[in-house]
């Protein structure tokens, strides 16, 4: 588990660790990879602390969850990738929370091949490495493990899917925000006027 996906991406932050025993599960991710940043910020992998602090984050943003949210990794977006728990499936598929959307989308892929075949063989829909890399070339800056790179008005506040719409955040504040954003606008008819923001009390 886990060597293509080694071989494929390049850590250029965190340290990579050895684990003894080799299972098919997110506690090997995480004692493989968790903390590391690969491609300059492409694809981090959670630690099981962050892991945590994500799951509150993600559980506020989408509410209509019942079931457990165990994050294990997050894009340059601040797209956090989840294990489908609505099943009993000992290997369960992923999920993609997106904050800039307000979508949750389903990924076909099996947790225990996603490194290793999804992100190896065809990475462009999980990770859009070339919209990231049109992000590098104007801003050539590593991300730090907790910064993504944000829309400033969310696709679904009619923003446009634009680098002219994107800007370096923290990542914890842009999901509160991108949130709180989507509780407050569901419902609304499409095409709705929103005449302004107030991030303390809602829109």
Known sequence: MLENFGSTYSVTDGTPGSPEVTSDTVSYLFARYGG???????YRVHTADSSRRACTMLAEAFPEFSFPLIPFGFD????????????KDTDPEIMML?????????IPRKFS????DELVRDPEPSILPGFFGEWRRANPADLAFNECVGYK???????EDSL???ELSDLEVYWSLMGQLRIATQGLAPGTRIDGVDIRDGI
Do not use: K, M
């Not at 590391?36 to 492409?42: E, I, S």
């Not at 997106?98 to 389903?106: K, N, S």
């Open 36 to 42: 590391c940043t690969f491609n300059g910020g492409l």
């Open 76 to 87: 340059w977006l601040g797209r956090q990738f989840i294990l489908d728990l609505r099943t």
């Open 98 to 106: 997106e904050p800039g959307t307000g979508y949750a989308l389903e």
């Open 113 to 116: 091949s996603y490194h290793d």
């Open 153 to 159: 008005v969310p696709l679904f506040l009619g923003g």
């Open 164 to 166: 002219d719409n994107l």
